[in-house]
């Protein structure tokens, strides 16, 4: 199974929006509504950020938002704060009932 | 609050078999999804497999010929076995809770296979 597809990078100032992309196909991204999204700062675990698609844990802040457009996923992060500088890993489930990451991306605030 | 924590060996000699246990804490591993992960160091994660509380298991294709896991619900404890490593095998392995997303990890535990 290949990983899913994410920018390497992203950039933005504090207070702009910043959307990442995460491009499977429809035997993955596409097919099903289990597209979850993840941030990871240097040294630490990951943290889940958004789940099936759109669906923000509790205490996870309302900036961050998911969508999904045929193939493609969409984790935007508005009113962008340095604490967001992370990489953030998008996840999803596959038709061979596996379980695939996005390639990862660095977001830098400038 | 639900915790997660990795223990075993952060050597493992090449042709060996890397042992690894998730001690959850705070909760019962009863009725969830059990999974593992890992990240080599600098690149990206992958996923591993998962465990259910009854023993049903799902390994990732590239993995599944040397991956076993197994749940202790006495111990609320499970575990991950993945013979035959090369120091392609050399990552931070992480447990967590879920199968389609991950609402609970464990801090990870570095696994470095060398002679």
């Known amino acids: 199974q290949s990983a899913l597809t994410q920018p390497a990078s992203v950039s933005g100032s504090p207070g702009q929006s910043i959307t990442i992309s995460c491009t499977g196909s429809?035997?993955?991204?596409?097919?099903?509504?289990?597209v979850s999204w993840y941030q990871q700062h240097p040294g630490k675990a990951p943290k889940l950020m958004i789940s099936d698609v759109s669906n923000r844990p509790s205490g996870v802040s309302n900036r961050f938002s998911g969508s999904k457009s045929g193939n493609t996923a969409s984790l935007t992060i508005s009113g962008l704060q340095t604490e967001d500088e992370a990489d953030y890993y998008c996840s999803s489930y596959t038709s061979s009932s596996t379980r695939v990451f996005g390639t990862g991306t660095k977001v830098t605030v400038l | 609050q639900v915790q997660l924590q990795e223990s075993g060996p952060g050597l493992v000699k090449p042709s060996e078999t890397l042992s690894l246990t998730c001690t959850v804490s705070?909760?019962?591993?009863?009725?969830?999804?059990w999974t593992w992960m890992r990240q080599p160091p600098g690149k990206g994660l992958e996923w591993i497999g998962y465990?259910?509380?009854?023993?049903?298991?799902n390994y990732n294709p590239s993995l599944k010929s040397r991956v076993t896991m197994s749940v202790d619900t006495s111990k609320n404890q499970f575990s991950l076995k993945l013979s035959s490593v090369t120091a392609a095998d050399t990552a931070v392995y992480y447990c967590?809770?879920?199968?389609?997303?991950?609402?609970?990890w464990g801090l990870g535990t570095l696994v470095t296979v060398s002679s």
């Open positions: 705070g909760g019962s591993i009863s009725s969830y999804y």
């Open positions: 967590a809770r879920g199968a389609n997303s991950f609402s609970y």
């Open positions: 429809s035997s993955d991204v596409g097919g099903y509504n289990y």
């Open positions: 465990i259910y509380y009854t023993g049903s298991s």
